[in-house]
């Protein structure tokens, strides 16, 4: 799956997540979907919100993983932070990322010309291995 959004276009985010939906509906389980649709909506929305310019948005399957990337024309780097009680809903994405992601990052294009935020989860969904972990 391949998607640009275009900048402030939020309208998008949905239309990216119906997207993803439909790539991973026969290929992962009902858990990682849910977790995949909620981790892209935050990283493909603080891609628009936090840049002046759109984004890229990708998404395969390969060898039981699902990876998504989200490329954006800032260099600025961002990390997770708990916001303070007071800030509402704002700020809480890239956290929900480092939970809930088997894998994460923030990858720099050469000259500050971006950056890739990604993540992956596998496809038999990471409830699955918690609750065979647990038995």
């Known amino acids: 799956m ?3 959004v275009r900048r402030a276009d939020l309208k998008a985010v949905g239309e990216v997540r119906r ?3 439909e790539l991973v509906r026969h290929r992962c389980r009902g858990e990682t979907a849910e977790v995949a649709e ?3 909506t935050e990283v493909v929305t603080n891609a ?3 840049t002046d310019q759109g984004a ?3 998404a395969t399957v390969r060898a039981g993983r699902l990876r998504v990337e989200v490329r954006d024309h800032a260099a600025r780097l961002p990390r997770p932070h708990v916001p303070s009680a007071d800030d509402g809903t704002h700020g809480r994405g890239l956290v929900l990322v480092q939970a809930l992601a ?3 990052g923030v990858d720099p ?3 500050g010309r971006g950056k890739v935020v990604w993540f992956e989860l596998g496809a038999a969904g990471a409830a699955a291995a918690a609750g065979a972990a647990r038995a």
Do not use: K, N, Q, T
Request: aromatic share 4%; glycine share 0%.
């Open 38 to 40: 909620l981790l892209i």
């Open 19 to 21: 997207a993803l939906r």
């Open 56 to 58: 890229e948005v990708s």
């Open 2 to 4: 391949a998607r640009s």
């Open 48 to 50: 628009l919100v936090h």
């Open 102 to 104: 088997d894998a994460w």
């Open 109 to 111: 294009l050469a000259m």
